[in-house]
């Protein structure tokens, strides 16, 4: 235990972490202030290069996971999966963005049938719902999660296969050596992105779980009411977390994963059903032809801040938050082929998620569209009533909204347990079973973060700040792939098993 305590990583982290705790809750618009101004920075002066760099991340796992590499295991060649499919697809969507989708599946299309993408574009017409559908489909699909494929992917293959730490740092190092004082850099930063990703992503979620009790029990939405949900979730995802992967984390995605679906299935029967499979299919389509052209889309002609507020804020959000949801997806991902991993990363989750949009979106914007209704004005006032002013013109409103609760909190404490795992292992030399203190502190950490901007009201600037590491993270995660590319090259292929019948038969022909 001391041992861990003295490692750097932890003590650097831990320390940098406690520090702008202070600071954001001292002065909290000063520390805003110089977060939005680091942000807006690295957005309009590197804008272009997240857009180039995702891109450039899909091409080449498609091409990866086709290649005659596609069949090596993640593992030892006779490896088995650890986890079922449908275990493994839940803990991928519960860790990777699960509690952002039930937020954002109806904020987003909304937000865009509101405010269009483009500028010439009327607002809350026909075009402006179904470029709101394929603008939401392609940020919540291949190119978000080719991020998480490519760091999980290699952290995996160093774990499983040639049996080495899972640490950041210990993956780059076929470029940049054994350096300790790199590693440690490296390795810190990591930590730092996971921690600032998952402290907002709770604070997300608390305020859209305040904003439900409200809906539902008219219970008031304040700091106070916040902070009480904090420290229940807390308590929640630390219990979660001592029972171990194999018990809490795996549990909690398969009751994440058949909650979704319930209430995907009852909106899907329940709302507009036909005009949902339409949006989608016209979404898919839309999201396909439009695939190069949204990837590499910027407007220096013309100007405007709209796609620095969604695209590139995602991308750089996706790649500050990959060291934790790539580091998750290799531990659970033990045992399958790279092409299994890259098609099954990169494929069913982004397609659960354009589903998901495309009933609960599809729901609210045919709502607005035929019925008159108000929905995209009150997203426009307040983002976190989205899903429940939604469930108002739906039946059983009451039931969906506390099942959404239950879903939000469930999500939540999967993200924060699997969170608290990761960081316990980074700072513990990649430890698969580390410490249950080690787990303590940084799940007391992501809470304390968490809670002292929801009263300090910086939730913003702690967002805004943790995209900052994007940008260095997208130059680790080209050097990934170099790296990857150099193992791989000398990693013995599959070779196809025996088979003595075809001896014999090729001697009977001679």
Known sequence: ????????????????????????????????????????????????????????????????????????????????PEFPFFTWIGMLFSAGFGVGLVFWGVAEPMSHFFETPFSEMEAQTEEAARVAM???????????????????LLIAFLQFRKEKDGLVSTALEPVLGKSKPVKYTIDSLAVIATVMGIATSLGLGILQMNGGLNAVFGVPNNTTIQLVITGVLLILYLTSSSTGLDKGIKWLSNLNLGLCLLLLLFVFIAGPTVFILNSFTLGLGDYITNFVTYSLRLTPYEGGTWLREWTIFYWAWVIA???????????????????????????????????????????????????????????????????????EFLPLTGILSLLSIFLIATFLITSADSATYILASMTTNGSLTPALFIKIVWGVLMAAIAGVLLVAG?????????????????????????????????EPLPQRKYDSSEDNSHKKNA
């Open 1 to 80: 235990m001391k041992d861990h305590l003295k490692n750097p990583v932890f003590l650097i982290s831990a320390s940098v972490i406690l520090v702008l705790v202070v600071i954001g809750a001292v002065n909290p618009e000063g520390f805003g202030a110089v977060a939005g101004t680091l942000f807006e920075f690295t957005t309009i002066n590197f804008g272009w290069f997240y857009l180039i760099s995702v891109f450039g991340f899909v091409i080449f796992l498609v091409g990866l996971g086709l290649s005659k590499y596609g069949k090596i295991k993640i593992g030892p060649p006779d490896s088995k």
């Open 134 to 152: 394929g603008y939401s489909f392609f940020h919540w699909g291949v190119n978000q999660w080719s991020v998480f494929t490519i760091v999980g």
């Open 321 to 391: 938050w990959s060291p934790f949801v790539g580091a998750f997806v290799a531990r659970v991902s033990r045992g399958r082929t790279i092409r299994e991993f890259i098609f099954g990363v990169l494929v069913v989750p982004p397609l659960i998620a354009c589903l998901w949009i495309a009933t609960f979106g599809g729901t609210a914007l045919n709502s607005d569209l035929n019925n008159g209704t108000q929905i995209a004005q009150a997203v426009s006032n307040d983002v976190t009533v989205a899903l429940f002013e939604t469930y």
């Open 458 to 490: 910086g939730l913003d600037a702690l967002q805004t700040a943790s995209l900052v590491s994007a940008l260095p993270f997208t130059v680790i995660i080209i050097l990934f792939i170099y790296a990857f590319l150099k193992i791989i090259r000398k």
